[in-house]
């Protein structure tokens, strides 16, 4: 088995007590041609939902992205039932 590391940024975020919230990672959307347009996915731990903890990842990642050189976002897929990250995404302009 072989691993292939793509990430150009993996973050973490923790609340005061060091307890995980969430984590997404930062990556190019496609190699090459597409190598300048920004792709994410995102988690927020379970017991965290429905805090603004989804969207305060996206708007870091969207300044992550930026700082990094990409010059766009893709999201690529979100689950048609999971409402809530839709809502989360729409909120941020997506």
């Keep these: 088995m072989a691993w292939v590391e793509q990430s150009q940024a993996v973050k973490v975020a923790v609340d005061p007590a060091w307890t995980v919230v969430g984590t997404y990672y930062l990556r ?3 190699l090459a041609l597409g190598a300048h347009v920004a792709n994410a996915g ?4 379970e017991h965290c939902r429905r805090r603004g903890i989804g969207s305060r990842l996206c708007q870091h990642s969207l300044q992550a992205a ?3 050189g990409f010059r766009a976002m893709q999201f ?4 048609s039932t999971n409402a809530a990250g839709i809502r989360c995404w729409q909120r941020n302009g997506f």
Excluded: F, G, W
């Excluded at 995102?42 to 731990?45: E, F, I, K, Q």
């Excluded at 690529?76 to 689950?79: G, M, Y």
């Design 28 to 30: 190019p959307n496609s």
């Design 42 to 45: 995102y988690v927020v731990a």
């Design 66 to 68: 930026r700082r990094l």
């Design 76 to 79: 690529n897929l979100v689950v």
